[in-house]
C-alpha cells in the first residue's frame, strides 16, 4: 500500500467526484480510479459505493476514511521531525522551479531577494512544470515557483494552497540577427515557404501557451517545425546558431538582445504575436498543528509574509 493511495482515497471523500480528484491530484481520471482499485485490493474490501452519485463511500470506506486522515497526519509530523534533525542549525528554503524559470528569473529573483529580504539560503529542484507541482502536493518542497495563463491553470486547492504573484514575464518570437541588425527569420512567414520554428516539445507548459497565442493570431502563421525541446534555453541556443525562430521569455533574452545577437522576429505591421505571462509562488498553507517546525520552515514562512507585503 502507498501513502498517494490514501492522500487520493481522502480526496475522493472529500469533493465526492473521481474527475474532481483527479485534477487535484494531478493525474488522469483513469490512473486516478486505478490507485483507488489498488487500495481497495489492498483493503479486500469496496471502500467506494459505485452504485451512487454523488460519490460516496461505503461503510468500510468511512471506517478507512478516519483512520488514513490520522495515518497521513502523524506521517506528515513525523517527516516533519525528521526533517528537523537533518536541518539542525541550517535555515535552507527548497525551491521546486520548473527548468526555463531556473535558468532565467530564478538567478534574478534571489539576488534581489537578499539585496531586500536578508541573507537567504536556498536549494534549487529545477523539474518540468507537472513533476514540480507534484513536488509540491506531495511536500517535497518549501515554495513552488511557476508561470501562470489562465488558458492553462493549475488545478491546485485553493483551500490547501496559498499563492502570491511576483510578476510577469512576456514571450515572444525571436531570431538571430543578420549583419545589418535585422532577423534572419520574419514572422509571418509564407505558406510556400514556412519559417523554420524552433518549438517546445508537447506537453511542455510554454509549448502549450504558444500554441494557444498562434490559435488567436489574427493573421495565419506559417512556421515549419524543424527542432524541439523542453526548455526555453535550449531553443535559445539554437536560434543563435540560426536555425530558426523561437518564442521566449523576455529574462531569457536580455543579454542577447542588449549585444544585438538576437531581434524581435515581429514585423511592425504585425502586432499581438506575444503573450503575457504570470510568475507566481505557491505554498501548502501551514497549520502549525504538532508540527515540530525546524528552522528551514520558519525561515520559509517569513519570506512568505516577506512576499505578501511586497504584493500589498
Known sequence: METKWLEDFVSLAETHSFSRSAQLRHVTQPAFSRR??????????????RSAYPTRLTPAGQTLYGQALEMLQALHNTRAMLRSHTAAGQDVIEFAVPHTLAFTF?????????EKFGPLKSRLIALNVHDAVVRLVEGGCDLLIAYHHPSQPFQLDADRYEMVSLGEEVIAPYSRADAQGQPLFLLPGHAGQPL???GYAPGAYLGQVVDFMLKQAGTPIHLDRVYETDMAEGLKVMALESHGLAFLPSSAVRNELRAGKLVSAVP????????TMEVRAYRERPTHKGVARDLAKVRADALWRYLLDQKS
Open 36 to 49: 483507488i482499485q489498488a487500495l481497495e485490493a489492498w483493503a479486500g474490501t469496496d471502500l467506494v459505493d
Open 106 to 114: 530564478f538567478p534574478a529573483w534571489v539576488s534581489s531577494l537578499r
Open 196 to 198: 523554420p520554428y524552433l
Open 268 to 275: 511592425a505591421d504585425l502586432p499581438g504575436l506575444q503573450i
